[in-house]
């Protein structure tokens, strides 16, 4: 992904960035859309994971729709050009006010996740004689495999309205007068590389379609939601998602009606690859026990390593070609084994904890990471840092706000 030249450009600016390489992003979103496309499957791009301007406006160029989480997120997605007939509007905790902002936006459908939103969604649509699309996101208690910070899925999930609350679900539905019952929703988690989780969900959606038919509700959409994951062990090797595998999935195992839509909501798949944190050395220090890396990035840049303990692969961008290299191969079950990192060549290399500048002790990228010795003013990437990076950086210890930089400029 760094050629020298690059690495070269990087030296002129000023550290920390976001590195966005928005060829990459095109070739991941074209993958996807051919992908889905032969499916005839619809897919949302799940704005939270990357707002970036940019990218959105990359994104939007290729047809997706949008899938929000905020009232600002709604007006974004619109602004950027998203069509008001491919909005959906997800989350919950939505208030009155962002309510009240999607119906005058006309978005094409609300996820509802619990009883009591449908009967705030009729009133705020009665008081503007409206009727709002509704789509119940209902929690499927599918285990997803991943990360217990990210599962979505379970029953004891503030996510989506449990099984067991359905009848009341259907009643609901039947006296609300300003909602039009549209379809289901669901969505298990995020970054699940197994897609034998997929494959249950799949089970679920078609026994609780049957069920909502059975009611006498017609099922014009089934949204599937997102979650898929991606390599954050070989970035390179790995860049694009294997999509097609991921909606043969659906095609194999869900049971779609004639004039049935499949709706599905992808965020990290489709951005994280694209970019990298590019950070500089400012301090190295060396202990008895341990060395630390002190970089001018840390947890007010990118959060996820502090947040869920997510891993992401280091190098040094200095010290060319003998980046840190980590084989790890993909498990029947999904599981990621992964063996001791080696590097490329011979070059002196040590372990270091990579760490920011924060006055926090959680503010540490990585232990023990296998780098070629190291100094101040070294260039270091942070990759797969695309999907809930930048957008999740924040102001705390009054730090700058982290700039971005893409490749065609
Ligand atoms: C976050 C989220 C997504 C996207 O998840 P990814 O793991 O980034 O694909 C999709 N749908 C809903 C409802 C979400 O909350």
């Known amino acids: 992904m760094f050629n020298p030249a690059l690495v070269n450009r990087f030296r002129q600016l000023e550290t920390p960035f976001y590195y966005y390489d928005l060829e990459l992003l095109k070739a991941t979103l074209k993958a996807c859309a051919d992908a889905s496309f032969r499916h005839h499957f619809l897919v949302h791009y799940a704005m939270k994971a990357n707002f970036n301007p940019r990218v ?50 006309d978005i094409f459908c609300f996820n509802a996740e619990s009883v009591q939103e449908l009967d705030v969604i009729d009133q705020l649509a009665s008081a503007k004689n409206k009727t ?122 869900l049971q779609i009606n004639p004039n049935q839509e499949v709706h599905f909501e992808l965020g990290r798949a489709l951005v994280a690859q694209c970019a990298s944190l590019i950070s500089k050395v400012l301090y190295v220090k060396n202990g008895l026990k341990k060395n630390f890396l002190i970089l001018d990035a840390g947890m007010t840049e990118l959060i996820r390593p502090m947040l869920y303990q997510a891993y992401h692969q ?20 999904g599981k990621v084994e992964s063996q001791a990192p080696s590097t490329i060549n011979h070059k002196p290399s040590t372990h ?46 009054l730090r700058d706000r982290v700039q971005a930089v893409y490749s065609e400029e």
């Open 56 to 105: 959105l406006d990359t994104i939007q160029s290729f047809g997706f729709g949008a899938d929000c989480v905020s009232g600002n997120e709604v007006l974004a997605a619109i602004s950027h050009g998203f069509k008001k007939e491919k909005v959906v509007f997800a989350g919950v905790g939505k208030s009155d006010k962002e309510i009240n902002l999607a119906l005058d936006q």
């Open 132 to 253: 709002a699309n509704i789509a119940i996101r209902i929690n499927p208690n599918v285990d997803a495999h991943t990360h217990h910070f990210i599962t979505t899925g379970l029953e004891e999930n503030k996510f989506g309205i449990n099984t067991w609350e359905l009848p009341a679900v259907a009643e609901k539905l039947r006296q609300c007068q300003n909602l039009n019952f549209l379809g289901i929703h669901f969505h298990v988690g995020s970054q699940i590389n197994d897609l034998s989780v997929f494959q249950n969900l799949c089970l679920k959606v078609n026994e609780m379609q049957a069920w909502f038919q059975g009611q006498g509700f017609e099922v014009k959409v089934l949204n599937v939601g997102g979650g898929l994951g991606i390599d954050y062990f070989l970035p390179d090797k790995n860049s694009i998602v294997d999509f097609e595998s991921y909606f043969q999935v659906f095609k194999d195992f």
């Open 314 to 333: 280091i190098e040094n961008l200095s010290k060319s070609g003998s980046q840190e290299v980590r084989e790890s191969e993909s498990l029947g079950d």
């Open 352 to 397: 270091y904890d990579v760490v920011g500048p924060i006055c926090e002790s959680t503010d540490c990228f990585r232990t023990d990471v296998e780098l070629p010795e190291s100094q101040r003013g070294d260039l270091i990437a942070i990759r797969s840092a695309g999907a809930y990076g930048e957008v999740m950086a924040s102001g705390y210890n």
